[in-house]
């Protein structure tokens, strides 16, 4: 009995100091979530209380003064093709790697595997997109973002591809089919969660992005949010309230495929954890 | 069957994928080592063999060889930083509290935001009158104030806390669900035979949190070596050149036209990056094979 008051009030003790530590991450958050709607006096005070008055008209002016309707459209494509031409390909690269256990297949993964290590190398990157003469092009990007997700997506879906008994393709190429039917109708449905948890770490990965339109997109009509964020938070410096309602924006499609895709995110955190 | 069952998984499924990565990860990272060794530059049309000439400047600039530091103490800070405390907010979030699924959240959420968006919020909290510091001088603690992002001997600091702040979350959620999946069978038996909660974490926990530990370690620390947009955001590499790292050199010799210095540089992280990493990653496939 006592051990267990005691254990009780160990907890308590516990959660009312992470219910104080957890100030810390939400203060900040508020701060931008509250000045968003202030007016450019009232929030350079920078301090963290409710606007004297909401004014959602911060959100129509960023959007016409910092053309953030191109820039969320420009990221929904970079973003969108280049997450499916990687769900695409890696998971049916994995699929050939996991399935053929042979010298060649685990060197070609251990090939795939450096690129989770190996930092990009980026000029001779824009050399590379220069011979084949699409420099600064969106399409650029999207091919960019595919290759540095490679890695990462194929260590995700060959873990889950090896859990999936080789006697359902054997039964399958046995009635005859080939192997392009096999991997779509039977591989493909079987792996539907593991698709989206990479849909969603490649999507965040590459929403969140700075550094490869900073390097790649020369032309501003095809800037993502956060470069153009970045661009209008050096030309409205004094502007905190604008700046504000900007960051929320950029933040809105991550913290909502946050809450509705959850447990995809804890899935693939799960397959890193406990496989190493 | 074995032998005709493996010719049917034909690799011309592995094609896509590897053209994509080969043509715009390797073969950029291959020819990165000969441009390495030549004076390409923006506004050239020729490109000679300088030899070593990149790396002896490299080695011989003051400030590539302070970004070279810098990267090395956020590297550290961070993965440091970063592993303790997620450890111990995973061990706390994975008890019987009321408010658990809350407190994850909270904790786990800036991790999904843009490095952008932190960067630019903590901008004007960490201003000499900001609010990091007034809360300081609230609390009675005024000495601890510090002109965060302008004093040369910290401001590097400074961008590995706001990276901490951001990310330890990840590595949290990492550390809880490998907390998950360790057995509660083995703290019962601890309790039973007398060990206190810090033996139990020392001889139970840690033990079978290791896989969690190595993906975390190696996930921090080539994330670390490869940092670039909290010191772009936070303070360009200032004041001065203070707080610049690899990753803002090389945006910054690429910006002057400097290719094939900036390229040189890029090589070098990647050596060092891949001397570091590959005995963790040696360590961590001879586990599995023990497995």
């Known amino acids: ?276 | 069957m074995l032998k005709r069952s493996k010719s049917m998984y034909a690799y011309y499924l592995v094609w896509p994928a590897l053209l994509i990565y080969s043509v715009f990860f390797v073969v950029p990272a291959i020819i990165g080592f000969y441009y390495s060794f030549t004076d390409w530059r923006l506004d050239r049309d020729t490109i000679t063999y300088i030899g070593w000439d990149n790396f002896k400047r490299i080695f011989s600039d003051e400030t590539l060889l302070l970004a070279m530091k810098n990267t090395l103490i956020f590297a550290i800070v961070t993965v440091i930083g970063k592993n303790v405390l997620a450890i111990a907010l995973a061990v706390a979030l994975n008890m019987r509290l009321k408010t658990r699924n809350f407190l994850r959240a909270i904790f786990y959420s800036p991790s999904i935001l843009s490095v952008l968006v932190i960067s630019i919020v903590f901008t004007p909290m960490l201003r000499t009158e900001g609010m990091i510091n007034r809360m300081f001088e609230t609390i009675g603690l005024g000495s601890f104030s510090q002109a965060w992002l302008t004093d040369p001997s910290i401001v590097i600091w400074t961008v590995a806390a706001v990276s901490i702040w951001q990310h330890t979350g990840f590595q949290m959620a990492i550390y809880l669900a490998g907390l998950q999946s360790i057995s509660k069978e083995y703290y019962e038996a601890a309790t039973i035979d007398g060990a206190g909660l810090w033996k139990s974490f020392i001889h139970i926990t840690l033990p079978l949190l290791l896989p969690a530990i190595n993906i975390n370690l190696m996930l921090t620390l080539i994330g670390g070596l490869k940092v670039f947009s909290e010191v772009f955001v936070l303070t360009g590499g200032g004041p001065g050149n203070a707080s610049q790292v690899v990753g803002t050199i090389i945006l910054r010799a690429f910006g002057e036209g400097s290719w094939g210095l900036g390229t040189a540089i890029n090589t070098l992280l990647f050596i060092i990056v891949t001397i570091i990493s590959i005995p963790l990653l040696i360590f961590m496939r001879r586990k599995e094979v023990a497995e």
């Open chain 1, 1 to 276: 009995m006592i051990f267990k008051r005691k254990l009780a009030l160990r907890n308590y003790a516990v959660e009312i100091f992470l219910l104080i530590a957890s100030l810390a991450i939400i203060l900040p958050l508020l701060m931008m979530i509250f000045g968003s709607f202030m007016t450019s006096a009232e929030v350079t005070k920078f301090t963290i209380r409710l606007p004297d008055k909401w004014l959602f008209s911060n959100y129509v002016k960023v959007f016409q003064e910092g053309g953030l309707g191109r820039a969320f459209l420009n990221g929904i494509v970079i973003t969108g093709v280049s997450s499916i031409l990687n769900i695409v390909t890696s998971s049916a690269a994995a699929f050939i790697l996991a399935r053929r256990e042979s010298k060649l297949s685990s060197y070609l993964y251990l090939f795939f595997f450096m690129g989770l290590i190996a930092p990009m190398s980026t000029i001779t990157t824009i050399r590379v997109v220069q011979w084949m003469g699409f420099y600064g092009s969106v399409t650029s990007v999207i091919f960019i973002y595919a290759a540095l997700n490679t890695a990462f997506s194929m260590f995700l879906y060959s873990g889950f591809i090896k859990s999936i008994p080789k006697v359902l393709d054997e039964v399958a190429f046995l009635e005859g089919a080939n192997l392009f039917s096999v991997f779509f109708r039977i591989i493909t449905p079987l792996i539907v969660p593991v698709n989206a948890t990479v849909a969603i770490m490649v999507f965040m990965s590459v929403w969140n992005d700075i550094t490869i339109p900073l390097y790649f997109l020369t032309d501003s009509s095809t800037w993502t949010m956060p470069l153009s964020v970045y661009n209008f938070y050096g030309k409205y410096s004094r502007d905190w309230n604008l700046i504000f309602a900007d960051l929320v924006m950029t933040s809105l499609p991550v913290l909502i495929l946050y809450l509705f895709a959850q447990k995809y995110i804890v899935s693939g955190l799960t397959a890193g954890a406990v496989k190493g």
